[in-house]
């Protein structure tokens, strides 16, 4: 039997590189991008309820869902919208929540599954003119280990992956004038989305950390 999983936020950076990695392990995956620009990718807004009701309906089975999409206005709090403030939280928080109620109900009746939440390490550390992406990373992680109690009765297994900067269009096209090469590559990250589905059925990992070895800005 195939197993399928739903990659938000797939259409490039560290969502193409997770799809790409679980193709490659053997996964029917679902690509899922609100600037879907392939036939390959599916358009949907993550934002809207009717929209993930909708997509979910047209899913026989998922065995995985990766919360990956994610967004960030790079402002100070002065300066930061009401607007900015709830897409970030939309995208990042609400989003997830709404994926991962639709993934439990299907995950539950087909009598288990995965749901692997992306965080960064922004939900274990702050750093200035990054408020509402701080607050809702914070607020996934949160979610996340509130999930894995909650569903690991039902077998429904449930990880945070907490990743450190990567050399994606999420950090590159913000901050010209970052190193890349105290960055990593977003295929590593994506391997450890593998290995956490890798584990025995009887294991689970809530929480994991992937860091660049050259990011001297976390301990």
């Not at 809702?136 to 077998?155: I, V």
Request: glycine share 6%; with cysteine.
């Amino acid at each position: 039997m195939n197993h399928t999983a739903l990659v938000t936020g797939g259409a490039r950076g560290l969502g193409a590189a997770i799809c790409k990695e679980l193709r490659e392990a053997g996964y029917e995956v679902i690509a899922a991008d609100v600037n879907a620009r392939e036939p390959s990718i599916l358009k949907l807004d993550i934002t809207r309820e009717d929209d993930v009701v909708k997509a979910f309906a047209k899913l026989e089975r998922l065995d995985v869902l990766v919360n990956n999409a994610g967004v960030d206005y790079t402002l100070p709090i002065e300066e930061l919208s009401m607007n900015q403030w709830d897409t970030v939280m939309a995208v990042n928080l609400r989003a997830p929540f709404l994926l991962a109620r639709q993934a439990a109900r299907l995950m539950k009746r087909q009598g288990g599954g995965h749901i692997i939440n992306i965080c960064s390490t922004a939900a274990k550390r702050t750093w200035p003119n990054a408020s509402a992406y701080h607050a809702s990373k914070w607020g996934l992680l949160g979610l996340s280990h509130a999930l894995h109690a909650e569903l690991r009765p039902q077998k429904i297994k449930v990880s945070a992956v907490i990743a450190g900067g990567m050399r994606t269009p999420f950090l590159l096209d913000r901050f010209p004038d970052i190193d890349p090469g105290v960055l990593q590559d977003p295929a590593n990250v994506a391997k450890t989305v593998r290995y956490l589905l890798t584990l025995p059925a009887e294991t689970v990992i809530p929480e994991i950390m992937v860091i660049p070895m050259r990011e001297g800005s976390w301990p």
